[in-house]
């Protein structure tokens, strides 16, 4: 019908990319440059991807019966990661061209 | 007298299919059950059959006595040969295709299954379901078959039958005996543990149709025996459950465990019979014996093999107090001497 | 000639020696003629049972005895492994002939079992009287076919016990509680029917057998009841108990499949289910019209069961026959016939094995038509899209099968100005496709907020297929609220689902909101339950487990009902799809569905 | 050298399967059953499962100059989750047949 019905946009809480200026001393790999690179990350919920494994994964550990070093170690829904990354290109501060593989996340997914 | 356990029927037919010879015969025996199918052999054809099937069987001895395993791999296919072999039936009607000697219930374990589901008022096939589901591939194989059993066919209320009963059968064969035997045939004393019981194997979907119409006993029975793996089955219960006035356990076999496992073994076929309420371990088939002609009585003593057998009813009860019955074959005692004296 | 008994069973013991008879097969007449001639016979002569040599049949009594004596050796070659007792299988044959060949193939053998009992036989002082006088344990009832010669059919004695108590004797006679052409041949001890049987008359004959055992002191009787069949024979021809005639109405269910009537033909013999193939009380029928339009219209289907007759429950077979559409009917098809319809019952050798069916058949002509009330609806301005207004339908419409009606708005009023035309989009109608009902709903929200759209007064155009017969009426749509107080021209609206508390649902502009605003159910249940709480456009019909026309053109109208996504969390599903019943709040994104208990903590970190 | 190369025996401390033996009733689904089942979880570090994007985000995160409400919805390394789901059933307490699809962990990973 016309008023069009608009899909539930990704509420901007949901997982998405977001980006950052960053100095390439600052990513700490160790690289001298005075360039700044994008650096894209992941950021955002995945309530909307939990499965009953995760509602029962919750009472679990709500339930207070895990020992506090194993229910630290758990995740208890899925986690926004990128699901494909770019790699990123600058020239060190000896003009060499470097390239960091898997440095920015090129798109986010709730994983697992 | 130690009894070496027989070849299985794929290697006595592998054996056979090296000979040229042997492997006509057994073509010939093909051809005769393909025509079996279609119509009952005229007598004329029924006797070059018979000659075929003597011609192979005395010259390869090893494939008139092979049997099969159940739930092996290669179990359909050894069926299929087994009931070449046997296409004309001999005088024992009821022989049971499968070899129970390897695997012959390891009666510790079904008494050990057994003995811990004392008849006390706890639900004692609740406690049977959580040995199962609690116990490594037992727990993922029930979710396996309860899945197949209730999911429904895409856009209608049925479920998938064929898929339900071949999820039962692996159930059935894969987990450990006790396990299986333990969620089929756990004691109950009251009716909550009886409906869990019943409800086991899915009634809903493993045997009962849509309107709730039994069919007739005899074309029920008609419908098992054109399936080779139903057919086997139901020979393996004539077989192992056949009563016998004059053994202590009624059994003609003399073993609970061996009756019970057959009975098992009919779960997931044409056949699954199942307990018929919640407040008794009376079992039954899923059919009736309207419309039965003059064959009324044939159809009676087919319904009365699961509704008035004392072996399978002493069988299910021991597994229930495991003291009430000698598991193993003993002597049977001498007919009791009881004069009657009525003036 | 036929055996009455198709399996006898006798225990046998180590040490009785050569001669000893064990049991007696009997076979009854089918013709005075016929002379019984008994065999045993093998199913295949190369692979005969070690055992075979062991007895012998006598060619004129039916008699089985022992050809050799039986020695502890023979029970051990037996190959059944270890078992106590173990089965000695043989077959026998009656013929009206000799016979040279031994084969049973093909010619309905009797099975005859003995238990061979790695025992002696036990002595007089050890046998039960009980044993004395009857066969253990005999599963298989004697058949004797009706309409048929008396004859021995069975013999009390059990033989195998004859010498083990010599000083005894024993004698039987048979009783019954109802008068029963049974008697017992003294000298033989055979018992023998005395008169042909009519199985319509009893099917089944309770006897008491009574053996009298007598010493010098005492006379002991012992008794055992043996039931005794009849079998059937098509003896009987079809008959009507009540009218041969239905007068049928055809009207709103014009469907192919559709059946119609009911009429019953008893015939007091039996039908079997199975095997299919045997063709005993096998019944056809004819329709007697040579009418085309009749034979492409109707067929009349048989069915039949079994059911006890009132007198003495003798089973007997009920036909029912109804008239069957073979095609859909057109809606203006109107006519009245008379089909008539031979049944004839193939196998009655008599003549009067026919009756004939009468179906007196009105077809009615169906008018499309509205009801002559005018149809109004009131709708708010703040409606959103797919909202729903109301429902239309011609009488009756409930009813229809067999063809289908749709429906269509027209402007009443074709020379409106080129604005008003404008207005009548504001509203729309649907239709599901096995539905006869047609659903108005919004379709342009800003058509239904302009202020000069006032009036929205519709034509609704019914059309039949196939015969595209039409009707119409007028329908009214009154815009309740100002114009100004609607909301802004294209506003978006989200699904009310996803909601999920009361606060967010209650001030959402949901897609379906007929008010303009979700709706809040709060369950109050524990456990699942098909009252959860859940955010609707319009609680009347989401979520009502049923995905109508109007919910199904979105999804995100009303997931509740409509989800064929995955749902997680506590539910149940729907017949089709959607959510039956829920654990705490459903809610739904597009593609997945979550019924949780909503915690309150969780929910504001969350924000 | 002879011998194959060993696969690092995994640490007791990696992303691995764990087993809990919970009542159906505790799994916070709603369901009604005497019935215990076994809930399969995924627990363990995926600390040797990270990337470049990983180094890059810790840095990020570190340098503070993301606002916290962001910082909190960032997965700074792959989650340990599971690959691969199993359904349980069980007899509910009006001896129905139940299924919960994906609800336990058939095996894990470290995802993204």
């Known amino acids: ?112 | 007298s130690f009894t070496p356990s027989p070849t299985d029927c794929v290697k006595a037919h592998r054996v056979c299919s090296a000979e040229s010879g042997c492997e006509a015969l057994y073509r010939g025996l093909d051809l005769c059950a393909a025509n079996a199918e279609m119509s009952p052999l005229g007598d004329k054809v029924a006797a070059e059959c018979l000659e075929g099937q003597d011609a192979l069987l005395t010259k390869h001895p090893s494939l008139s006595s092979c049997k099969c395993q159940r739930g092996f791999r290669k179990e359909e296919q050894c069926l299929r040969i087994y009931w070449r072999v046997h296409l004309l039936p001999g005088e024992e009607l009821e022989m049971s295709p499968y070899d129970d000697t390897l695997m012959a219930p390891r009666m510790a374990d079904l008494v050990a299954a057994s003995s811990f589901m004392q008849l006390d008022d706890e639900n004692q096939c609740l406690k049977a379901a959580q040995d199962c589901s609690l116990y490594k591939k037992c727990g993922s194989l029930r979710s396996e078959y309860v899945l197949a059993c209730t999911k429904r066919v895409t856009g209608t209320s049925r479920c998938n039958q064929h898929k339900c009963h071949r999820a039962l059968r692996r159930f059935l064969e894969r987990v450990p005996e006790e396990k299986g035997l333990g969620v089929l045939f756990c004691p109950c004393t009251n009716t909550l543990c009886g409906e869990r019981r019943r409800k086991t194997i899915v009634p809903s979907c493993s045997y009962q149709d849509m309107e709730g119409l039994q069919p007739n006993c005899l074309h029920q029975q008609s419908f098992c025996r054109r399936d080779d793996l139903c057919r086997s089955r139901l020979a393996d219960f004539l077989n192992n459950c056949q009563p016998s006035p004059l053994t202590a356990s009624g059994c003609l076999k003399d073993s609970a465990g061996l009756c019970l496992r057959a009975y098992a073994g009919l779960i997931g076929t044409t056949m699954t019979p199942n307990y018929v309420s919640n407040s008794s371990a009376d079992v039954s088939l899923w059919c009736n014996c309207e419309g039965s002609g003059n064959q009324w009585q044939d159809c009676l003593r087919l319904q009365h093999m699961f509704t008035h057998n004392t072996c399978l009813r002493n069988s299910i009860t021991w597994m229930g107090s495991p003291g009430s019955l000698p598991a193993d074959a003993t002597k049977p005692p001498a007919p009791r001497p009881s004069p009657l004296v009525q003036e | 000639l036929y055996f009455p008994q198709n399996e006898y069973i006798e225990t046998v013991y180590v040490g009785q020696p050569a001669g000893t008879p064990i049991l007696q097969v009997h076979a009854m007449l089918d013709s005075n003629s016929e002379r019984p001639h008994f065999y045993l016979c093998w199913t295949s002569n190369l692979r005969r049972p070690p055992y075979s040599s062991w007895f012998s049949l006598d060619i004129h009594t039916g008699i089985l005895s022992l050809n050799k004596t039986l020695e502890e050796s023979d029970f051990t070659l037996q190959y059944q492994k270890s078992w106590s007792v173990k089965k000695l299988f043989l077959q026998a044959l009656v013929l009206q002939d000799f016979t040279k060949k031994s084969q049973c193939s093909g010619r309905n053998p009797i099975r005859i079992t003995l238990d061979f009992v790695n025992a002696t036989m036990p002595q007089c002082a050890q046998t039960d009287m009980k044993e004395l006088c009857f066969p253990h344990r005999d599963t298989s009832n004697p058949h004797i076919m009706e309409n048929r010669f008396p004859g021995a059919l069975r013999q009390l004695r059990r033989l195998t016990r004859l010498n083990v108590c010599p000083n005894y004797t024993i004698s039987y006679n048979v009783e019954s509680e109802t008068p029963a052409p049974f008697a017992v041949n003294e000298n033989t001890t055979e018992l023998v029917v005395t008169a042909p049987l009519d199985r319509e008359e009893s099917e089944r004959y309770r006897l008491l057998l009574v053996c009298s055992v007598r010493t010098e002191t005492v006379i002991t009787k012992v008794e055992t009841s043996l039931d005794v069949f009849v079998n059937d024979e098509d003896d009987n021809s079809p008959y009507m108990n009540g009218t041969d005639t239905a007068d049928i109405i055809i009207s709103f269910n014009r469907t192919m499949g559709g059946s119609f009537g009911n009429l019953f033909v008893f015939d007091r013999d039996l039908t079997p289910i199975f095997p299919i193939a045997q063709s005993h009380n096998r019944y056809d029928g004819t329709l007697l019209n040579s009418d085309p339009w009749i034979k492409n219209t109707f067929d009349i289907k048989d069915t039949f069961s079994e059911k006890k007759a009132a007198r003495g429950g003798i089973r007997e077979t009920v036909h029912n026959y109804k008239l069957v559409l073979k095609r859909n009917l057109y809606v203006t098809e109107n006519r009245t016939l008379q089909l008539d319809y031979l049944v004839n019952d193939t196998t009655y050798p008599g003549l009067e094995g026919t009756v004939v069916l009468h179906f007196n058949v009105t077809i009615l002509p169906i008018h499309i038509q509205f009801s002559n009330v005018t149809h109004m609806f009131t709708l708010t301005r703040r409606a959103s899209v797919y909202a729903q207004v109301g429902r239309v339908c011609v009488e009756n419409c409930q009813q229809f099968d067999g063809f289908s009606v749709t429906y269509r708005l027209e402007v009443p009023d074709k020379n409106v100005s080129a604005d008003m035309q404008s207005c009548y989009t504001a509203v729309s109608i649907t239709q599901a496709p096995d539905e006869m009902w047609g659903l108005l709903y919004v379709n342009d929200t800003e058509a239904l907020r302009r202020p000069e759209c006032q009036d929205l007064q519709y034509l609704v155009v019914a059309q039949e297929e196939p015969t595209k017969q039409e009707a119409s009426t007028q329908i009214h749509i009154i815009l309740d609220s100002e114009a100004n107080k609607a909301n802004p021209v294209n506003q978006q609206f989200l699904s009310c689902a996803v909601n999920r508390r009361r606060a967010d649902c209650e001030s959402a502009r949901g897609l379906g909101a007929t008010t303009g605003r979700c709706q809040w159910r709060q369950g109050s249940e524990k456990g699942i339950s098909e009252k959860y709480s859940t955010c609707s456009p319009d609680l009347r019909t989401c979520p009502d487990s049923f995905c109508d026309a109007v919910e199904s053109k979105d999804t995100s109208i009303c997931p509740q009902d409509c989800t064929k996504g995955s749902v997680v969390g506590g539910h149940e599903r729907g017949l089709r799809n959607g959510i039956q019943a829920g654990y705490g709040t459903c809610y739904c994104y597009t593609e997945k569905c979550f019924c949780e208990k909503e915690d309150i903590e969780e929910a504001i970190c969350d924000d």
Chains 1, 4 share one sequence.
Not at chain 1, 20 to 43: A, H
Not at chain 1, 82 to 96: G, I, L
């Open chain 1, 1 to 112: 019908g016309k008023g069009r019905s608009r899909q539930p946009k990704q509420s901007s809480r949901d997982c998405r990319v977001e980006k950052r200026e960053m100095r390439v001393r600052d990513l700490g790999l160790g690289f001298d440059s005075d360039e700044i690179v994008l650096f894209k990350f992941c950021v955002g919920s995945c309530q909307s991807s939990r499965t009953n494994y995760d509602l029962a994964l919750k009472a679990l550990l709500e339930n207070g019966s895990l020992p506090r070093r194993t229910a630290r170690k758990v995740s208890s829904h899925p986690c926004c990661r990128p699901d494909r990354y770019e790699p990123v290109s600058f020239m060190d501060a000896q003009t060499t061209w470097r390239t960091i593989q898997s440095l920015s996340a090129a798109s986010c997914m709730c994983m697992g």
